[in-house]
């Protein structure tokens, strides 16, 4: 549900900024993920048991989330259709899901228990 809010303000703030390029939604987004992550790394680091390890392999999710995000979202608002943007999102969901698999299979991800 969070990241359903974060699209929101992400698309709000490209949308307000002028920023209508894929090109410049991935930077706004790389910049967001940081801002948003960093202050997650932050916070959690000063109260939860959890490594800066993890905590930084989180942000950096953060970080890579926002920027495909803001590349999407900067491509969707020059386009005058939205049908090859869908077909490309798609298409990288399919491919990260059978990354995924392939990674457990290899025994190089953590398998779901």
Same mark, same amino acid.
Do not use: C, D, N
């Given at each position: 549900?969070?990241?359903?809010?974060?699209?929101?303000?992400l698309?709000?703030?490209?949308?307000?900024?002028?920023?209508?390029?894929w090109?410049?939604?991935?930077i706004?987004? #790389?910049?967001l993920?940081f801002? @948003?992550?960093?202050?997650?790394?932050?916070?959690?680091?000063?109260?939860?048991?959890l490594?800066w390890?993890?905590l930084?392999?989180?942000?950096?999710?953060q970080?890579?989330?926002?920027?495909?995000?803001?590349e #999407?979202?900067?491509?969707? @608002?020059?386009?005058t259709?939205?049908?090859p943007?869908l077909?490309?999102?798609i298409? #990288?969901?399919?491919?990260l899901v #059978?990354?995924?698999i392939?990674m457990?299979?290899?025994?190089l991800?953590p398998?779901l228990?």
């Amino acid at each position: 549900m969070s990241i359903s809010l974060q699209i929101i303000l992400l698309l709000w703030l490209l949308a307000s900024l002028g920023i209508h390029t894929w090109k410049g939604g991935t930077i706004f987004g #790389v910049k967001l993920g940081f801002l @948003l992550g960093g202050s997650m790394f932050l916070g959690l680091f000063s109260i939860s048991t959890l490594t800066w390890q993890y905590l930084f392999g989180w942000m950096s999710g953060q970080i890579l989330e926002m920027a495909i995000a803001g590349e #999407v979202i900067g491509a969707g @608002l020059i386009a005058t259709s939205l049908k090859p943007i869908l077909i490309r999102v798609i298409a #990288v969901f399919i491919l990260l899901v #059978v990354l995924t698999i392939a990674m457990q299979t290899l025994g190089l991800a953590p398998r779901l228990k």
